[in-house]
Each structure stands twice: as structure tokens, then as C-alpha cells.
DNA sequence: GGATCTTCTTGAACAACGTTCAATTTTTCG
DNA sequence: CGAAAAATTGAACGTTGTTCAAGAAGATCC
């Protein structure tokens, strides 16, 4: 049993590998498996042995980008202690990262947010754990600012924030649809998150 | 040269019909050409007599659905004339019926923004500026909220809005990524647009 | 109106894709 | 070692979007 699950499991990560280069080099729709199965020295049978489906395949590579975008934005967080009177900067330190994340690795990043799954995919346990551990590092700063506020409020305009900042930039990278243009997507973001933090220090009328 | 262009005309609009109902009714991943013929009772070579592409149909379809979301935000602006002093219900009732639109039309929706055509695609003209046309909707309140602002930056904020609205509804409706449940959307629509609105009130420190 | 040229329409054929599967090879384990 | 189990193979299958030679229809001129 040692043997073969060992073999399987190295071809598994050689498979995930080759395809996440060949996604980042020219995008997820022109993945195909035989390019893979040559690329990594198999057969197009033996992809199917270890993968059910070219789409799990798929989103095990985007399990590593989001792994990457996590590991982008914790760096950031741990920049950010010293910054803990100024939560707002950490917030577009934050945006900023992200930004510059699928502006180095569109290719991927369009295959974890565009590439559509079947319907009734069931999304793997790891991804979307990995999902929230993402809006957790929006939660540390907004806290500071949303002081009085339950967690439960927390966490969902964490999650408003991040999505926000994701429309922003997927409407401008996109050019299907013609949003802010590339240039000035650091300069709104950036107006967008103050005016925000602002308004939150501003007491409803 | 007057029947010829006539049917190619009637083909045309006959096709973009069949194509919209059948997106709505199964998503833009399932159309096929076949299918299409027979619906419109023509054969499969008539199609690329009209159109270049199965995308160039696909756009068609799409151009009627941003003319559709225009005018759904069209009539929430024209109700909008007697809250002129509440610019923000304006905003927040635009965010609300985008997305009501969304949830009415998700294959539709999906179609405009998911489906991804070839990087060298030429985006026809129309679509633009039936895109900036939407933006111009969200101006008009904004403006009341920055009467200082100049043209220019106006229209990059009203974009950044949409966008960050759009993506709220995407990361919600779209289930591989987990963002705000759909029943937190509205609430936290209105809670970003207030705070920001509040937040452009407040001067910057 | 008919002959001729052009243009459109057709649906079988093509190429490319994801996926499957019977045959073959390799591994496992008593 | 030898039999059972599992994995590997690559040819083959079923579906795609798209093309194209052949036939049908329209336009044009006398």
C-alpha cells in the first residue's frame, strides 16, 4: 500500500504543479490534458486515476494560489503591529498587497475567482477554510475601528470590505468590462477605504 | 441586396431570442450551436453566416442585458427626483435593484460578466458605452454627496462604487467563493454606502 | 423572361477536446 | 514465487465549435 499511494500522491503533485505553470503562463482555458499528461511523462489515462476530473485538478492548484494570497496578506498583518494606531493604513497595506498579487499572477488568480465549476461541485473543505482565513486578516484592523461592534458585525463587513476591494480590481483587470482603469485602481481603493474608516468615526445622523 | 440583408437581419434578431432564452433557462456553459438551430429552425453553417462567433452571438445577448440593467436603474433614478436631498437612498436604492436584477436574472447576469471571451476580442462599441451609461446613474447622486469634486474624479468614484457593490453581489451569489451570505447582502450594502456617504461628510484628518 | 453571375444555405465532415475502458504491465503480499 | 489486485496505457468514444464543397436561391442585365 506504500508504494503505490506514494507514487500516486508525487504524481498527484507533479500534475498540479505542471498545471498550475501551464495556468499561469497562458491562462486556465487553454489547460489541456494531454499537454499535462506530456509535460509530466503519463499517460491522459493515469490523470484521470488520480484526479476525478480536470476541475478538481484545477482547484487544487487554486487551493495553493489562495495558500499564496494567504501568505501575502499575513505578511503584511505582521508589517502591521506597528501600526496599530493607524488601522486604516494596514487596511490598504492589505488592498495594496492583493492588488499587486493578481497583478503578478492574473493567470491564477483568474482560474480561482473566473473558472466555473459544475454547479453541483462540492467545494473541498481546505478551500473554503482557507477562504475565510483570508477575511480574518481584515477583521484584525477593522477591529480597531469598529470598536463597540459583535463579532458576528465583524466578521460580515470584513467580508463586505474584501469583496468590495475584489470588485475594484476585477473590474479594472477584466477588460470585458470597463471599470476603473488600471492606474487608478491604488489611488480609489485607497479613497474608498479612508472615506469608509471615516464615515465609521462618524456618528450616524 | 434589400431581402437578402432583411432575413439576415430577422436570422439575427431570431438567433440572439433563442440564444438569451436559452442562458436564462440553463447558464451560458450550456449553449450549443445544434440546439440553437433547431430552435430557430435553421442549420448550424446558417449561424456563422450571421454571426463570426458563437461569443459575438453571446455578446448580443449580453448587450440586452446591460440595456436591461440600465433600465431597471433608470426608473429607480427617475423615482429618485423626490429625494434630492437624500442622496444616499438614491445610491442605496440603485445597489438594491442591481441586485435585485442579479438574483432575477442570475444566468443572464453571469453571462455578462463570467463568460470569457478571447483576450484579442474587440469589444464592440455599443457595449461600452452601455457600460459607461450605468456608471452615469450613480454620478448623479454622488454628485450631490461631493459637491467639491471635480468631473473627473466623480466619475472614478461613481465606478469604484459600482464596483465594490458588484462585488459584494458576486462574491455572494457565486458560491466557490464564500463571501456575504445572500440574505446579509442588502444589510450590508446599505451599511457601506452609508458609511461611506458619512464618511464624505466628515473631513479628513 | 431567361441566362448568368453572385450570394446564401446546407449538413456532412473536420479537428480538438474531456473522458472512458479493455488490455497489459506492475505492485502487493501470503 | 505466484496469484490477486491495482495501476497504466493509448486507442477509441461522444461532444463540441467551426468549416466547406455542393446545391439552391437571388440579383442583374439583355
New binding site residues.
Partial sequence: ????????AK?AATLVDAARARIAASGVH??????L?QDV??????????F????ALILQVSLGTLRDIDKTMAAVGAQAVQNEDKPVETMIALANAYFQFVQENTNLWRALFDHDIPEDYVLPEPVRAEQNALFRHIEKPLSLCMRSAPEEQLSAVAKSLFSAVHGLITLSVEQRIAGVSVKEVKPQMDFLLRTFVAGLGAEKE
Fill in positions: 500500500m506504500s508504494k503505490t499511494t506514494e507514487r500516486r504524481l487553454h489547460l489541456r490534458a494531454r499537454d499528461a511523462g503519463c499517460s491522459v489515462g493515469a490523470i484521470y486515476n488520480v476525478d476530473d480536470l476541475d
